[in-house]
């Protein structure tokens, strides 16, 4: 990352930070009239709320787009690598030299005054979004939704409410219904509102919240339905009956993931995109999203483990993606009675033992670590230390590499790593 003149300006920009984390979407409408109120100029937007699966399904609808031959924009966070990925442009993301003009352009209009960093790298890319010409937005929230910075467009043709879990606890609420209430408020009258499965809490919140604004509803197990043949995907709904394949995202919580990206698709159909249903397979077929269930095939630690070791990587970090991820060990435990290792890292904002413990069961030894350059980590012994309450054996290292080198070279195994996105990103720079 070192020398990208872009990363200097964003270290400035986190310096604007206010001094009390207030969230309100003051400062952000301040911000966009700035910048000459660029969420009013876009083209149709999908807005994407939840806990879980946002980005494997903006993912999905991104694929399935472009092959149906649209432009589209994409807005999504956190960065794994480099924040330029945060803003795709036309199916691309934004360069460099683009980067730097808009976050220049946008640290000059807000003349140092107070704000936060995603208020102002999420106004940056409305700004790029409306002076790019693109066919569609893909917005995904960045923290809950009815205070999110995201949203702030009046008329979005869909919204996508994915399964909601406890996450956030701090600025969302408490409880289920709390949470799923931030979350909801994404909800317009202009648009459907496609929601994939959630606990019976957070559909009764959405579905107040969906009555109150008169808003058309989409719903797993009411107005549409996917799931598993052992041959692929069938999704059934009113408008259609589709035999699909299963999607480039292994694990068994892509089904509904997918379910959600062609429920959305079918509701921009009726407004006028023209997809095919062969075009949704091929996009389904050809999708990628680093970091959810990514199988590496290259890099040190591959290089160090050897071709005794399949090596995942995973960012999820809740109890949520804890159960996805003991699904997927359950999947693997089937197949072969390979052990499975794990190096994990956490915040500490985190929940760490309610991640880890449908994992337990599976896990024949942990190391864990602390993430590198990451200020909110838990230490190795932390996070060692939830791990043994969930009575998984786990040592603390002082870094990857050690904890890689502990790891037992000589028969077939597998090993996830897992625990942040932040982390997982750390992994990826150098491993790809």
Not at 38 to 49: C, E, I, S
Not at 137 to 154: A, F, I, K, M
Not at 226 to 244: K, N, Q
Not at 370 to 399: H, M, V
Request: aromatic share 6%; glycine share 8%; charged share 25%.
């Amino acid at each position: 990352m070192a020398g990208r003149e872009s990363d200097v300006i964003l270290s400035r920009l986190l310096s604007l930070h206010p001094k009390v984390i207030d969230l309100g979407l003051d400062r952000t409408y301040e911000m966009l009239e700035c910048l000459g109120n660029p969420q009013d100029k876009l083209p149709p937007v999908v807005h994407l709320a939840g806990t879980n699966g946002k980005g494997s399904t903006q993912a999905m609808l991104r694929a399935v787009l472009e092959v149906a031959g649209y432009k589209v924009h994409a807005y999504t966070s956190p960065h794994l690598v480099k924040f330029h990925e945060r803003i795709r442009l036309a199916g691309e993301l934004i360069s460099e030299d683009a980067l730097q003009d808009l976050l220049t352009y946008c640290e000059e209009a807000n003349e140092n005054k107070p704000i936060t960093f995603f208020e102002i790298t999420t106004a940056a890319a409305f700004k790029a979004f409306a002076d790019t010409p693109g066919d569609i937005v893909l917005l995904e929230t960045g923290l809950g939704g009815r205070l999110d910075s995201t949203n702030v467009v009046d008329n979005p043709a869909v919204t996508i409410l994915t399964p909601i879990s406890m996450d956030h606890t701090q600025f969302l609420g408490d409880t289920i219904s709390a949470i799923a209430g931030e979350k909801a408020a994404i909800q317009k009258p202009s648009a459907i509102s496609v929601v994939g499965p959630q606990p019976d809490a957070a559909m009764e919140k959405i579905e107040d919240v969906a009555r109150d604004k008169a808003v058309q509803m989409s719903r797993f197990g009411a107005e549409w339905s996917i799931t598993d043949t052992g041959e692929g995907l069938r999704f059934v709904s009113s408008a259609a009956t589709l035999d699909l394949p299963y999607s480039n995202l292994p694990g068994e919580h892509q089904v509904t993931n997918a379910g959600q990206a062609v429920a959305a698709i079918l509701a921009l159909r009726d407004q006028g995109f023209d997809i095919s249903d062969d075009q949704i397979r091929e996009g389904l077929v050809n999708v990628e999203w680093p970091a959810r269930l990514q199988r590496l095939k290259s890099g040190p630690i591959l290089d160090e483990l050897g071709s005794n070791f399949d090596v995942w990587l995973d960012g999820g970090h809740n109890a949520a993606a804890g159960i996805t991820l003991a699904k997927q060990a359950e999947t693997w435990k089937a197949e072969d009675d390979r052990p499975l290792h794990i190096v994990f890292g956490m915040l500490n904002t985190k929940a760490a033992g309610d991640f880890l413990r449908p994992l337990a069961p599976y896990i024949t030894k942990a190391h864990a670590i602390r993430i590198p350059g990451e200020e909110n980590s838990l230490t190795a012994e932390e996070a060692s230390a939830f791990a043994k309450e969930q009575g998984i054996d786990c040592l603390a290292k002082e870094t990857v590499e050690a904890a890689i080198s502990d790891l037992p070279k000589g028969n077939e195994a597998r090993l996830l790593i897992c625990g942040s996105l932040y982390f997982a990103g750390i992994i990826l720079a150098d491993n790809s």
